[in-house]
């Protein structure tokens, strides 16, 4: 079954305290983004990947890393969680379009994170 | 720069019409449209390229007018299964990887 899938799916964490939530898919993308959800403000992207290697901020990146070792893995790097990182994350993965822009976008199922 | 959707909210009958605004103060490759239900992921609805194009999926539409920068989605005769929160994704270059989405819109479908 294709899917994207995250781990932990729950988390809760002390301020500083370094943690790291997966990220895999098996449908060969070359394309990975994470993103926060926080209420009102929609999803906002926090790191990109075009592929292995390749990777490059989104809009919220402060406090954040990521590495892209592998095509199927996008891990998400908290090196001193705040508590203004509580949130909703969600990574997702895609393909390019036949003409070159980004294709559907699959989502994993969230990693609740509240740090305190 | 994050498109504005508008309305925020609406509240509809079963059977009632929607239309859903995407707003973009840049210039777009595409746009994506995506709905989600409380407590699961997003999942997609379809993508409009630049070009005007017109798309549609079973009583969900969307259009792309490229020289406003904006898109709308219709929803026609709306069904329960339509309440969740819509949001737009916009591309501003392709071969990228980079969505930017909007803040969401959130429907209620009531009986």
């Known amino acids: 079954e294709a899917q994207v899938t995250q781990n932990p799916r729950y988390l809760i964490t002390v301020t500083g305290k370094k943690l790291t939530v997966t990220c895999s898919q098996n449908?060969?993308?070359?394309?990975m983004s994470w993103y926060r959800q926080d209420p009102g403000l929609g999803l906002r992207q926090i790191y990109y990947?075009?592929?292995?290697?390749?990777?490059d901020k989104g809009d919220v990146p402060e406090g954040y890393k990521v590495s892209r070792k592998e095509k199927r893995n996008f891990p998400l790097i908290l090196e001193s969680p705040s508590p203004n990182q509580t949130s909703l994350y969600f990574c997702?993965?895609?393909?390019?379009?036949?003409?070159?822009?980004?294709?559907?976008?699959?989502f994993g199922p969230g990693t609740r994170l509240t740090v305190l | 720069q994050q498109p504005v959707q508008s309305p925020q909210a609406v509240i509809l009958r079963e059977g009632e019409d929607a239309v859903i605004n995407c707003s973009s103060s840049?210039?777009?490759?595409?746009v994506h449209w995506y709905r989600q239900k409380h407590g699961e992921a997003p999942v997609f609805l379809m993508i409009?390229?630049?070009?005007?194009e017109q798309k549609g999926h079973d009583k969900i539409s969307a259009s792309f007018n490229e020289k406003k920068q904006q898109s709308s989605l219709y929803l026609t005769a709306s069904q329960l299964s339509y309440s969740g929160t819509y949001f737009c994704?916009?591309?501003?270059?392709?071969?990228?990887?980079?969505?930017?989405f909007g803040q969401g819109t959130t429907l209620q479908v009531k009986p």
């Open positions: 994704g916009t591309e501003r270059s392709g071969n990228t990887g980079k969505l930017i």
């Open positions: 449908m060969n993308h070359e394309y």
């Open positions: 997702a993965s895609s393909t390019s379009d036949p003409l070159g822009g980004t294709d559907t976008q699959y």
């Open positions: 840049k210039a777009l490759y595409s």
């Open positions: 409009l390229l630049k070009g005007g």
């Open positions: 990947s075009m592929n292995v290697e390749v990777t």
